[in-house]
């Protein structure tokens, strides 16, 4: 696939990964968007590694897409973990 379609998989599955986990993140739609493009690569690689298959066969491939919003879904909530520390670090203000 190429990078225009690896873009719109990760739109569309950080958008899908948003909605499966709502709630205020520190970043905008910007961060969502890589987050998801990030994701997608992700479960294409968990999905080789664990289960030994090529989860990223093509655009209209169910797996592709499960991939990509799992994948998305993972990177979501580290990002909020890590992300949420060091706002909650900072100085108390009076």
């Known amino acids: ?3 225009i379609a690896w873009i719109f998989i990760g739109l ?3 958008a899908i990964a ?4 709502p709630g205020k993140d520190p970043g905008g739609i910007i961060i969502t968007m890589l987050i998801g ?4 690569l992700l479960g294409g690689f968990l ?3 664990i289960f030994g298959v090529d989860s990223i066969d093509g655009f209209f491939d169910l797996s592709t ?4 919003i799992i994948g998305s879904v993972i990177l979501l909530g580290l990002y909020r973990v890590f992300a949420g520390r060091s706002h909650r670090g900072g100085h ?3």
Not at 37 to 40: E, H, L, N, R, V
């Open 65 to 68: 897409w499960i991939a990509a």
């Open 18 to 21: 948003k909605a499966l986990m």
């Open 37 to 40: 493009i990030a994701g997608g």
């Open 92 to 94: 108390a203000h009076a």
């Open 12 to 14: 569309i599955a950080g």
């Open 1 to 3: 696939m190429g990078i």
């Open 47 to 49: 999905g080789k590694v």
